[in-house]
């Protein structure tokens, strides 16, 4: 079945810098890969996604990047701020009915200032 | 807009004690429906999904069930709880691509 490994488990930036957190997939049918952000007692909230037919995607401070042929994808955070600490989850889907995904183990990313 | 709600928001349980988790969607209709579990300072495992009322996949072999009895509700459920179940429970609806997250349960298994 599906795999998703995500690194680097922790993550520790100075305000203001940039923050990269990277995923592996294993199953080449997977076609839909969002990103989540969880809050220290709060549920996942879905911030960005990027389907299969697509390279990148920005939003604002956020971007995701992916490579088909290298199985793995990207979340950039740009400028960070003390608000974007937080546990960030990357999940890809089986592709199977109901689109279920599945997660990587998240990174805990904290920006102090 | 669409809303999800869950309950209770918090649970104490002794081992061997029965389980049963609620959630509900709101202005939606036949919506994909998921239950995870989020084990402390772990990532998010999926426990059962469901497409439709009465059709049940699950992905994780262990003493949990669950039910969809209406079209919008979707119930966790255990005969006898034990000490690795204690966890937070997130339960999540979707259609197509997109998962949104309820505000989950938080169960501890005394």
């Known amino acids: 079945g599906e795999n998703v490994e995500q690194h680097p488990s922790t993550l520790s930036v100075q305000e203001g810098d940039s923050a990269v957190i990277k995923c592996t997939y294993s199953?080449?049918?997977?076609?839909?890969f969002p990103w989540y952000k969880q809050e220290l007692g709060k549920r996942p909230q879905l911030i960005i996604d990027i389907r299969s037919n697509v390279g990148e995607k920005k939003d604002q401070r956020i971007a995701v990047t992916l490579n088909k042929t290298a199985k793995h994808f990207s979340l950039h955070i740009t400028e960070t701020q003390p608000e974007d600490s937080a546990v960030y989850f990357c999940a890809a889907s089986i592709n199977q009915a109901g689109t279920a995904l599945i997660f990587g183990k998240g990174t805990t990313l904290s920006v102090s200032s | 807009s669409q809303t999800i709600h869950q309950w209770p928001a918090t649970l104490v349980q002794p081992v061997g004690s029965p389980l049963s988790l609620e959630c509900t969607v709101e202005g939606t209709s036949n919506p994909n429906l998921y239950w995870y579990r989020q084990a402390a300072g772990r990532g998010l495992q999926l426990l059962f999904y469901s497409v439709g009322i009465g059709q049940i996949s699950s992905e994780v072999p262990q003493n949990l069930s669950a039910s969809r009895p209406q079209d919008r509700q979707f119930i966790l459920s255990s005969k006898k709880l034990l000490l690795s179940d204690s966890g937070f429970y997130l339960c999540?609806?979707?259609?197509?691509?997109?998962?949104?997250f309820g505000p989950g349960t938080r169960l501890t298994v005394t």
């Open positions: 999540a609806w979707g259609q197509g691509d997109e998962q949104y």
């Open positions: 199953d080449s049918a997977s076609n839909y």
